[in-house]
């Protein structure tokens, strides 16, 4: 009995210390199963921070996101300078990883065939550069149109300049299915807060007063009835946001684009996914807004009808840096700014390609849907 009990105590130490790591996307596994770096596959890593490793004689970077998943693997190429300077964390990960993934080939194809696919282009130079890359390189990164990136490096032997799609498949390494996934669970896991109030840059901004409100103009999302537009009301000599039943408009434009209010609010959350299926989702609102505000997103709001008991509206969730529209339509009862426990009731279109949604995809008719308020 006592043998028995040793064996048992020896296996649960083993697999203790066998813990294998978690992976943001099954692309980052793959390139880990790869590099065969049981230091990668066997550890479990602490939240938010990045370990450096060696593969044939280059140096690689291995970061973990919030939760402690594998978030990133790729050659170690910009130094915390050029991270810091550039402010687009997605598009240097992707270099990173990517530029390994093409000694890696991984799916058997050739560096040329796998760019190809993936319409990646060398404007200048020629690919045996891309071995020369490392952190010390002048280093240069322009985004054309939303579109479009195209990056150069100044290497030893002249120039290297790529150009690649603003493709959030691309650029995070995993196809739409899986991506929709990792949103739905993202989602999920964000932990709900209460904000009652917010830091407002005003700076620079057109800012007009009519009695104790204050509008502060945001920008316009391709017609004038879709913005981001805040609303803010002078109380006692302090400003606060605006949130107030006699001004439901302005005040649910308000909470939907900051996700602030005095206490969480309930959501019925519809995913519609790829294939036509649909995933639900009973979470806050202020999770949809915080998660989607962390993906460094700008948010705006159209308001479709204003009725007697609710407000229906649109959220556009655009993320520039890679390319897409999250489309949030909502439903949001007035009797919550009432006190009222009801809940939000949101369909979501999520990653739709940001050259889908343009001028015409606001027809005339459309374009009255929106009510200016």
């Known amino acids: 009995m006592t043998h028995i009990r040793y064996i048992l105590i020896v296996l649960l130490v083993l697999s203790t210390k066998c813990t294998a790591a978690d992976f943001h996307t099954k692309r980052l596994k793959d390139i880990a199963l790869a590099l065969k770096k049981n230091e990668i596959l066997n550890n479990e890593l ?55 993934e093409l000694d890696l080939a991984i799916d058997g194809k050739s560096k040329v065939q796998r760019m190809s696919v993936d319409n990646v282009t060398i404007i200048e130079g020629n690919i045996s550069q891309l071995r020369q890359i490392n952190a010390n390189c002048g280093f240069s990164i322009d985004h054309l ?33 899986e991506l929709e996934d990792i949103l739905i669970k993202d989602i999920a896991n964000v932990i709900p807060k209460v904000k009652t109030d917010i830091q407002l840059d005003m700076e620079g901004k057109n800012i007009s007063r009519s009695d104790s409100l204050i509008k502060i103009q945001g920008e316009k999302y391709l017609i004038s009835a879709i913005n981001n537009t805040i609303y803010v009301k002078e109380v006692n000599g302090r400003s606060m946001i605006l949130c107030d039943e006699k001004i ?112 015409n995809f606001f027809s005339r008719s459309k374009d009255k849907e929106y009510e200016k308020y």
């Open 46 to 100: 602490s939240p938010n921070t990045q370990q450096t490793y060696e593969y044939k004689g280059r140096k690689i970077r291995v970061k973990t996101d919030g939760e402690g998943a594998i978030a990133n693997i790729g050659y170690y190429l910009f130094s915390d300078d050029i991270y810091s300077s550039v402010g687009n964390t997605y598009v240097l990960d992707f270099l990173e990883r990517y530029i390994l």
């Open 145 to 177: 149109s939303r579109r479009m990136y195209k990056v150069s490096w100044l290497l030893n032997n002249g120039t290297l300049t790529l150009s690649f799609p603003a493709d959030c498949q691309l650029i995070l390494g995993a196809d739409i299915i």
């Open 248 to 359: 439901p408009t302005k005040s649910v434009s308000n909470i939907v684009l900051t996700g602030i209010f005095q206490r969480l609010i309930p959501v019925t959350l519809k995913v519609n996914c790829y294939g036509y299926q649909k995933k639900y989702l009973d979470i806050t609102f202020q999770q949809i807004i915080d998660y989607c505000l962390n993906q460094n997103s700008k948010l705006y709001f159209g308001i479709k009808k204003n009725l007697q008991d609710k407000i229906t509206g649109t959220l556009f969730v655009l993320n520039e840096q890679l390319g897409f529209n999250h489309v949030l339509s909502v439903e949001f009862p007035k009797g919550i700014l009432k006190g009222s426990d009801e809940k939000v009731s949101g369909s979501l279109m999520p990653y739709i390609p940001i050259n889908q949604i343009n001028e």
